[in-house]
């Protein structure tokens, strides 16, 4: 169990040191408030932990895999941003590459020095993220 805020942001520097190089402990502690929330016996995170299986952290490999092109597809009209951190292995380049193909309106930017998912406060995230609701607002 994780006793305070401190504790887990040394955790997660320790864990994501090689995708995230030179987060700052500040920076990890700032995530970890973000993340975790107290349970009356330390702490606990404050989304649903089944999230890493859907996403494929815990995959299965007996658990059929489920197509999600045409789930994106069906977006091609939509205005799209995607943020993808560098170093993710999640979210490939090549998988970055293919949605472009797709959505040929889609922005992409990359993080460097992030992994999977990039804090969205680093200056190319919040560049994109204004340039792209500037753009886009009614």
Known sequence: CIRDSSE????????????????????????????????????????DPHLRTAVGVDYDMDIPHVEL????????????????GANSNILTADTVAEMKARHLGMVAVEVPDRGHAPFLDEPPAVAAIDAFLKEHAS
Request: proline content about 7%; aromatic content about 12%.
């Open 69 to 84: 092109w045409p789930l994106f597809d069906a977006v091609l009209e939509t205005p799209l941003l995607c943020i993808r």
């Open 8 to 47: 887990a942001a040394r955790e997660l520097a320790d864990v994501y040191e090689t995708d995230f190089p030179g987060v700052p402990l500040a920076r990890w502690e700032q995530h970890a408030r973000a993340i975790y929330r107290e349970t009356g016996g330390g702490l606990g995170l404050s989304y």
